[in-house]
């Protein structure tokens, strides 16, 4: 069976760090484009940051750049995003998504961006999501 499972959600004041972790069973996720999403209830989904199955390119929402990063571990069959300096903006739910198809450039975007915008590229696997909430 083909699952992931996010962990390392919680509260955190702002300015604070949090590491969410993304793993992987029953594929490799070496083959795998991933994304990482957000969704606050009433609103829609949001890209937050994707990588390519290489991990040579990344893509970050200019509200998360320069404060998120998004890695992964072959080893360890995990991705990662590493928040920093976290807003009350940043409360959501946050998902990791992952899918082996190309993406293609559309709608006048880079073929990785595209990955970051949802429903523009189908991502067949999800996790269940983790909670972040920032607050005082």
């Known amino acids: 069976q083909l699952q992931l499972v996010e962990s390392g959600g919680g509260l955190v004041q702002p300015g604070g760090s949090l590491r969410l972790s993304c793993a992987a069973s029953?594929?490799?996720?070496?083959?795998?484009?991933i994304g990482w999403f957000r969704q606050v209830p009433g609103k829609e989904r949001e890209g937050v940051s994707c990588?390519?199955?290489?991990?040579?390119?990344?893509y970050y929402t200019d509200s998360v750049k320069g404060r998120f990063t998004i890695s992964r571990d072959s080893a360890k069959n995990m991705v990662y995003l590493q928040m920093n300096s976290l807003q009350l903006e940043d409360t959501a739910v946050y998902y990791c998504?992952?899918?082996?198809?190309?993406?293609?450039?559309?709608?006048?975007?880079?073929?990785?961006?595209?990955?970051?915008?949802?429903?523009?590229?189908?991502?067949?696997?999800w996790g269940q999501g983790t909670q972040v909430t920032v607050s005082s």
């Open positions: 029953g594929f490799t996720l070496d083959a795998y484009n």
């Open positions: 990588m390519s199955n290489r991990g040579d390119a990344t």
């Open positions: 998504a992952a899918d082996s198809r190309v993406p293609v450039p559309l709608r006048g975007m880079s073929a990785l961006q595209g990955m970051c915008v949802p429903g523009l590229y189908e991502y067949h696997h």
